[in-house]
């Protein structure tokens, strides 16, 4: 499929948002592997809506909106059944009418708060706690850790690493030195994430932050035991 140029930002937006039709959809992801200009827009989308996933909690459904909405519709005749003859006084252009503006009027109001629910999460944003850069043995930046507080965290690599099939990144953070270094999560594959570790005491300056290589599966020993492959002390937000 070919995109408009000027088009693919908002696709990819839409795409990450989840909020193409399923053929759409589709159509993105056979051309990710191709389109070099949509693989970059998605991925920035990703990077972008990043701390949305972090600051979310899972809300349960509200079964009264649906009720509502449902009770706000005209009642639909089962299958089979024959729409009763209206009265010789009744105006059927009206009714008609009137059902179709009841039918609009429900619809654009659950289009309303979908569209209100999605506007407040887009606009909610959630500054980190601290932000750590991570520089490897030669100075150079790796990764940016920002830590919200809230048992969640997020890991940007700055920078491409090789790691073999066996082995995996696992991310650590020192809280103190008398509890030693914690695991905040493996990474899935080489790329940024959001990870939801333990509970913690509320991250502070200077805090130590690194990326190990350890075997598939994590660190045996629930400490650090492969090579650091960067490392950096966290900074308050200015």
Known sequence: MRFARNDIPDIADDYVLGLLETAQAEEVEAALPHDAQLKAAVAASRERFLPLDTAAEPVATDTLLWQRIETALPAQPGPGARPKPAPANDNPGAKAGHGWRTTA?????ASVLLVAGLAASLMRTVDPVVVAVLLNEAGEVQAVVEDFGNENATVRLLADFEVPSDK?????TLPSKDTGPV???LLDGIRSARLAGPALPRPKDNQLYEITLEQAGGSPTGRPTGPILAKGYAQLPR
């Open 183 to 185: 695991s905040l999560g």
């Open 105 to 109: 009027i429900a619809a654009m109001a």
């Open 168 to 172: 995996t990144i696992e991310v650590w």
